[in-house]
């Protein structure tokens, strides 16, 4: 039986771990660009390519699905859940629980190390930890899996070659199994060769716990690794005003 931590609500195994529906969304004190988005799910387990041109509205998106944005107008549920309808702090937490994030520029804590950083989305998530069993042993763990080697757990962040640094940063976002792995251009930044490698790990890692991931990019090269690639123009009305 799989009950959700929050509001003791339960949700169905088979809904899809992301729903956004009828959502509309302008930057407060922008009026040169809004966002509608009708529809737009994933399912668990699934992997989606998230397709757009730059400016056109996709690290706004995945604001809206990791919560740091609300909606004007619509709903966005992340495992049943919706997320405008929790307080700012439970909000954070309910992320912190249910979404792993891969940034751009991977984010790290430069003067943290690398178990410092795997270790961050724990501290606000007590089910994701309670998943994770002993945290510090889960960090090693992970970086056996991502073949980081032994003796870095105790490395700063800033001492690491982006390669590491994107290692730490699939760790970070996998530790504790969040059912949603969200990835903003994680691959911008790096060669062809270290793409794939990057991409090998992201979906080795979501595979092994059936977490659903969503990654945004402007690649198309990208395409043949997904289950599902959706441009971000099919599924939304963007209005822009240069
Ligand atoms: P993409 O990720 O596809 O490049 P963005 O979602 O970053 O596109 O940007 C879409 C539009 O929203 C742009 O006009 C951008 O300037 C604006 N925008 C993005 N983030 C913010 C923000 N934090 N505050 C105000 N406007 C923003
Ligand atoms: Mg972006």
């Known amino acids: 039986m799989h009950q959700h931590w929050t509001c003791g609500a339960f949700s169905n195994l088979d809904d899809p771990v992301l729903q956004v529906a009828d959502v509309r969304f302008r930057w407060p ?69 249910q979404i792993g994030v891969i940034f751009q520029q991977f984010n790290l804590l430069p003067f943290g190390t690398v178990q410092d950083n795997i270790l961050l989305p724990l501290r606000f998530a ?38 590491q640094q994107q290692r730490v940063a699939v760790a970070r976002a996998m530790i504790g199994q969040p059912p949603l792995i969200v990835a903003d251009e994680p691959t911008s930044a790096l060669d062809a060769d270290s793409q794939a490698a ?35 123009a099919d599924i939304a009305q963007i209005d822009r005003v240069a």
């Open 126 to 163: 007590r089910a994701r930890q309670q998943r994770a069993g002993e945290p510090k042993r889960a960090a090693m763990e992970l970086c056996a899996a991502l073949g980081l080697p032994k003796d870095l757990i105790h490395a700063k962040a800033n001492t690491l070659s982006v390669g």
């Open 29 to 97: 004190g922008r009026t040169s660009f809004s966002l509608s988005v009708p529809k737009f799910e994933v399912q668990k387990a699934e992997s989606v390519l998230l397709l757009g041109e730059s400016g056109s509205g996709k690290s706004t998106l995945l604001s809206l699905i990791c919560g740091t944005v609300i909606p004007d107008n619509g709903v966005v549920r992340v495992a049943g859940t919706d997320l405008a309808a929790l307080p700012g702090g439970q909000r954070d937490r309910f992320r912190a629980e």
């Open 198 to 232: 990057f991409l090998d790990l992201l979906f080795q890692q979501s595979a092994a716990h059936h977490a659903s991931l969503l990654m945004v990019s402007h690649d198309p090269r990208l395409a043949d690794r997904f289950d599902r690639v959706v441009h971000l």
